[in-house]
């Protein structure tokens, strides 16, 4: 009788976990890629030293907030966008990590090149990385937010530090635009190549 109970125990567990399995795969593979930008932006291993720039060139390590003092992709940025950065979290009670900041005019062509590869065109990966000649973050006048939840407050009161999306299809990207204080953020493009400053 207690054979019978662990075989019938052992059968229902492998049953469940079986369907369990199949269900994770199933919703796993229908997830849609992520932009170029982005999978490289948030991989596992993106501190690590890409082509031999790493994060002197502007890759930044897992765990950087906008408050770290060490990182060159965090302590290049424009001044005022990291001063209203750091008071927009101070405010906000959620964490803002950096996937990217400042980036060497290299490590954007890096970029870019890995864009094209990934979509196949120039057309295509234009509309998810610009060129080292146009890109703000080159500049360091552009950061990508990580995590939903200080992308989600930022979306709600980031204008109020005149930290503004730019972008639609990148929700993580901001850029500082002091008139928002009083006036709003600016509408959004569809995407960069949208954006005027992209056409140089």
């Not at 075989?7 to 170029?36: D, I, N, Y």
């Not at 890096?110 to 990966?125: C, D, M």
């Not at 972008?167 to 569809?190: K, Q, S, V």
């Amino acid at each position: 009788m207690r054979w019978l109970l662990v075989v019938g125990l052992f059968v229902v567990l492998a049953g469940l976990t079986a369907a369990f399995g199949r269900q994770v795969t199933k919703s796993s593979s229908s997830a849609p890629p992520l932009p170029p930008s982005t999978a490289s932006l948030t991989s596992p291993h993106r501190s690590e030293h890409r082509g031999g720039l790493g994060e002197a060139g502007g890759a930044v390590p897992d765990g950087v907030t906008v408050f770290d003092d060490t990182i060159p992709a965090v302590t290049n940025l424009d001044p005022d966008l990291l001063k209203a950065l750091r008071e927009a979290a101070a405010d906000a009670g959620v964490v803002f990590y950096v996937n990217s900041g400042w980036r060497s005019p290299e490590y954007q062509e890096q970029l870019l090149r890995e864009a094209v590869s990934e979509y196949g065109s120039e057309e295509e990966a234009a509309r998810w990385v610009a060129t080292a000649a146009t890109s703000p973050h080159v500049s360091g006048d552009a950061v990508d937010i990580g995590r939903s939840d200080a992308t989600a407050w930022l979306s709600a009161h980031g204008a109020e530090y005149g930290l503004c999306q730019i972008y639609e299809n990148e929700p993580w990207h901001y850029e500082l635009r002091t008139e928002a204080i009083t006036r709003d953020c600016p509408r959004m493009y569809a995407d960069p190549t949208q954006d005027p400053r992209m056409q140089q």
